[in-house]
């Protein structure tokens, strides 16, 4: 189990669709990260919030819109999608700063199909 | 800006194999290190780490992984490996102070029982 809860697990929506993926986590991190993933390769960087701030957008594309009401929720809404858009997106929290372990801690992600 | 080279693309091993993946990075000065497995369908998550101290890391499920600064790498390695190990592994470098780590292409290993 891990401690990033993302829904929903798995999405299918057509390219004219607006739907949203949902993360949150309760371990105070103040750093949260949507990923992109396809099959067998590692995640990319989509976009990082800190401290409830868009710090990293990753050049993507407009039809991905960030969310982050709180620091214990992130979201990522979908509108116009492609079928490239097809992938495993994966939420990961983490510190922000230098002390405690760093690691990301990543959700199970949510399978988009975009048909 | 970091990069992180996994050498080995695919591996295919059989049970009670050992194993080394290679794990080399670019940034000279302090690095936080990590190994993340991928188990078929499920999340990533953290097989171990490195901060500081003893360079040699013991992780989860038998695993370890040696810190040679001098090579800039952090190979990971099990002395017998279990069909339970078949996975995606990825090396992931944090540097220069910031807090987003730079993954590694990944390794996909297959273990036969």
């Known amino acids: 189990d891990t401690e990033v809860t993302q829904t929903p697990k798995h999405l299918v929506m057509g390219m004219t669709n607006k739907k949203s993926l949902k993360c949150e986590q309760h371990m105070g991190h103040r750093a949260m990260y949507w990923y992109k993933q396809k099959a067998k390769k590692p995640p990319e960087l989509m976009f990082v919030?800190?401290?409830?701030?868009?710090?990293i957008n990753e050049s993507v594309p407009s039809r991905f819109s960030p969310e982050c009401p709180n620091s214990s929720l992130l979201n990522l809404h979908l509108h116009a999608l492609q079928p490239e858009d097809s992938a495993l997106y994966l939420c990961?929290?983490?510190?922000?700063?230098?002390?405690?372990?760093?690691?990301?801690?990543f959700g199970e992600g949510s399978r988009l199909t975009v048909l | 800006a970091q990069s992180v080279s996994q050498h080995n693309h695919h591996v295919i091993l059989s049970e009670a194999a050992s194993l080394e993946l290679g794990c080399n990075y670019s940034y000279g000065g302090t690095v936080n290190l990590f190994w993340y497995v991928q188990y078929p369908g499920q999340h990533l998550q953290l097989l171990l780490k490195y901060f500081s101290g003893d360079p040699l890391v013991k992780g989860i499920k038998g695993f370890e992984a040696e810190f040679i600064k001098s090579k800039f790498s952090f190979n990971l390695r099990k002395p017998s490996v279990q069909w339970s190990d078949t996975a995606e592994y990825f090396c992931a470098v944090r540097s220069g102070g910031s807090y987003i780590p730079t993954f590694g292409r990944g390794t996909s290993l297959i273990v036969h029982p």
């Open positions: 990961a929290s983490s510190q922000v700063s230098g002390s405690g372990t760093g690691e990301l801690f």
């Open positions: 919030y800190s401290y409830e701030k868009l710090s």
